[in-house]
């Protein structure tokens, strides 16, 4: 079936770049999407790209797909201790249905 | 523009009890979901309606969760009974449509303990 694959965990200094990855298997996936999830909330819609795309930029976040290799990652400059969070990567595809994986754990230490 | 809300925030039952969630889109959106989000997961998908009609509800334990939104707007989630292994957050999420690329708006979650 199809299914979406995250690191668990990543650790970065405050004002350092962090690279979040990701992988899909659902090849007719035509949206990728990235979601926030800070403690004791739902999740919030960071950003998402379409499939025929390689890289969106919007201000501090760089998504980059490379759909040979149904790989995404999230690019997230000058990291600050606010952006501590789960990031959730999701595929899309027909129907609105959203296949999640199971979120990155994003630590910024001071 | 209000987000979606979900009711109630908390809930602890002893297994085998009953519970429902009750959810309020985001006003004009007519798509609702109902996701399972078990501690340490990511979200899945228990079903999704098209204003007040049942798009998919492959992944809905049937013997024990029901869902109906009658109205096409508010929806409920029932589970009857409960059992341990439901302990999780139950997100409902909206969307303007079903179609591709329809982003999908998250209420706060409800956290469902069940002793």
């Known amino acids: 079936g199809e299914d979406v694959e995250q690191s668990l965990f990543l650790s970065v200094r405050e004002g350092d770049s962090s690279v979040i990855n990701c992988t899909y298997t659902?090849?007719?996936?035509?949206?990728l999407y990235w979601y926030k999830q800070e403690p004791g909330a739902g999740l919030q819609l960071l950003t998402y790209?379409?499939?025929?795309?390689d890289m969106k930029q919007d201000q501090r976040l760089t998504v980059l797909l490379n759909k040979k290799d149904k790989h995404l990652s999230l690019r997230i400059a000058d990291t600050q201790t606010g952006d501590s969070a789960i990031y959730f990567c999701?595929?899309?595809?027909?129907?609105?249905?959203?296949?999640f994986g199971q979120g990155t754990e994003l630590s910024v230490k001071p | 523009e209000a987000g979606v809300a979900q009711s109630p925030r908390y809930k602890i039952i002893e297994k085998r009890q009953s519970v429902a969630f009750w959810c309020n889109p985001i006003?004009?959106?007519?798509?609702l979901y109902w996701y399972q989000q078990i501690l340490g997961q990511g979200p899945k998908l228990l079903i999704q309606?098209?204003?007040?009609?049942?798009?998919?509800d492959s992944q809905l334990p049937k013997d024990r969760f029901s869902a109906e939104r009658l109205k096409g707007v508010d929806s409920t989630l029932k589970i009857q009974p409960a059992k341990l292994e439901d302990s999780a957050v139950y997100l409902c999420?909206?969307?303007?449509?079903?179609?591709?690329?329809?982003?999908?708006?998250f209420g706060p979650g409800t956290r469902l303990l069940v002793l």
């Open positions: 309606f098209q204003n007040n009609g049942v798009v998919d």
């Open positions: 790209i379409f499939s025929n795309m």
């Open positions: 999420a909206s969307s303007l449509e079903a179609g591709v690329g329809e982003t999908q708006y």
């Open positions: 999701a595929s899309g595809g027909g129907g609105g249905k959203l296949i």
């Open positions: 659902d090849s007719s996936s035509t949206y």
């Open positions: 006003s004009g959106h007519a798509t």
